[in-house]
C-alpha cells in the first residue's frame, strides 16, 4: 500500500512535467509481483514503461542484448530531441538524468512518508527509493522501460524454446507482444557513454511464471498443483542466503541467474507430472543439479537471447567457488537454511 501511494504519486507528477514522460505507464516486475518473494517484502521493482514510435535498433555488442536506439523518422513529440545524442542516438543517460531530477523535487511534496532517493550506483539502471517505515525500510527499484511495438530484433530467433512445455501457439502470441528495453549501461562498450539500452523480457517471464503449467489447468483453483513456483522460491531464497554469508565472493550473482536456470528446467522438464507437488524436494535438487552443471561450465545461455552467455568467462573462479558452496548445501542437507 505504501509503495503504491508513492508511485502514484510520482507518475502524476512525471506525468505532468514532462512532455514525454506523459504517457508514462507504471508495470511492476520482480519477484514480490510473481508471487515468487520468499522473506519479508521490503524490495520492490518498478518499471516506468514508455510508449515509443518506431525505433531503429544497432546492436552495440555481440551479446544480442545491448543496443543503441534511434527514431525511424523524426517524432511528432519534439520534447524527445532533448534526449538525443549529436548522432541521433536516444540516450539512456539524458532520460535516466531528467527522470532522476524530477523524482528528487517531487519526493519532497509526498505527505505524511518519508522518502528519499538512493545514491546512484555506477552500472545500476534503476533509480532507487528509500521508504521509511519503521522499524525497518522498504527500497523500491524505478527502472526506465521503452516499449516499442515491432518485431523482436533476430538475436531473439532461436530463444524462447518453449513448444515442447507452453506450445507452439503460446509461444507465437508472446512473440508478438512488445518489445521492452532498459536503460542500461553496457560495460562492454568502448567508450562507456550511456547511451546503451538492454532487451528485457520481464513481462514475459511473469507471464510464463504465472501461467507455468503444460496443461491449462495447472494450480487453477480446482486444477492439480505443481511446484514449479516452490522450486523458483527456494532457488532464489538459497541464492539470498549464500550471498548474505559470501557477499566479497558472490557480488557479481543475481536472482536472474537462478531465474534463468529455472525457465530453463521448466523446459527441460516440461510435463506438469515432472513437478508434482509433493516432489518438491526432489524437484529443486534437480533445478540446483541444472545450475551447478552451468556453473561448472561457465554457460548460463539467455533463456530469450540464446547467442548470449550470461555467465563471463573472466569470473570462473567465481563460477567455481559458488558450485562448491551449493554441492555443499546438497550434500548436507542444507545447512543454510537453518543458520
Request: overall charge positive; hydrophobic content about 35%; proline content about 4%.
Amino acid at each position: 500500500t505504501l509503495v503504491n501511494k508513492v508511485v502514484l504519486h510520482l507518475v502524476q507528477a512525471i506525468r505532468g512535467k514532462d512532455s514525454c514522460f506523459s504517457s508514462m505507464e507504471r508495470q511492476s516486475a520482480g519477484s514480490y509481483y510473481e508471487r515468487v518473494k520468499i522473506s519479508e517484502p521490503n524490495e520492490f521493482d518498478i518499471m516506468l514503461v514508455m510508449p515509443v514510435p518506431r525505433i531503429q535498433l544497432e546492436e552495440s555488442d555481440d551479446t544480442g542484448a545491448y543496443y543503441y536506439v534511434s527514431f525511424k523518422r523524426s517524432p511528432k513529440e519534439k520534447g524527445w530531441l532533448k534526449f538525443l545524442e549529436e548522432d541521433g542516438k536516444l540516450s539512456a543517460f539524458k532520460m535516466l538524468q531528467a527522470l532522476r531530477e524530477i523524482i528528487k523535487q517531487e519526493v519532497k511534496n509526498i505527505k505524511d512518508v518519508e522518502v528519499t532517493v538512493a545514491r546512484k550506483k555506477v552500472g545500476s539502471p534503476a533509480i532507487t527509493l528509500q521508504i521509511k517505515n519503521p522499524p525497518s525500510e522498504i527500497s523500491v527499484d524505478i527502472i526506465l522501460t521503452l516499449e516499442v511495438q515491432q518485431s523482436w530484433p533476430i538475436s531473439t530467433q532461436g530463444g524462447l524454446k518453449i513448444e515442447q512445455w507452453l506450445g507452439t501457439k503460446v509461444r507465437r502470441d508472446l512473440r508478438f507482444r512488445s518489445l521492452y528495453l532498459v536503460a542500461k549501461q553496457n560495460k562492454r562498450e568502448k567508450v562507456l557513454r550511456g547511451n546503451t539500452w538492454r532487451l528485457s523480457f520481464s513481462h514475459i517471464e511473469k507471464h510464463m511464471i504465472t501461467n507455468h503449467g503444460n496443461s491449462k489447468t495447472c494450480c487453477e483453483s480446482d486444477g492439480p498443483k505443481c511446484c514449479r513456483k516452490g522450486c523458483l522460491k527456494l532457488l532464489k531464497y538459497l541464492l539470498e542466503q549464500l550471498k548474505m554469508k559470501y557477499p566479497k565472493e558472490l557480488e557479481k550473482f543475481c536472482s536472474y541467474h537462478v531465474k534463468t536456470a529455472f525457465l530453463h528446467s521448466c523446459v527441460t522438464w516440461p510435463n506438469d507430472s515432472d513437478w508434482h507437488f509433493g516432489d518438491l524436494d526432489h524437484c529443486f535438487q534437480q533445478c540446483l543439479g541444472f545450475f551447478v552443471d552451468c556453473l561448472q561450465k561457465s554457460q548460463l545461455t539467455h533463456f530469450f537471447i540464446p547467442q548470449y552467455n550470461l555467465f563471463s568467462l573472466e569470473d570462473k573462479a567465481r563460477h567455481h567457488f559458488l558450485s562448491r558452496k551449493i554441492s555443499h548445501e546438497l550434500n548436507n542437507g542444507f545447512p543454510v537454511f537453518h543458520e
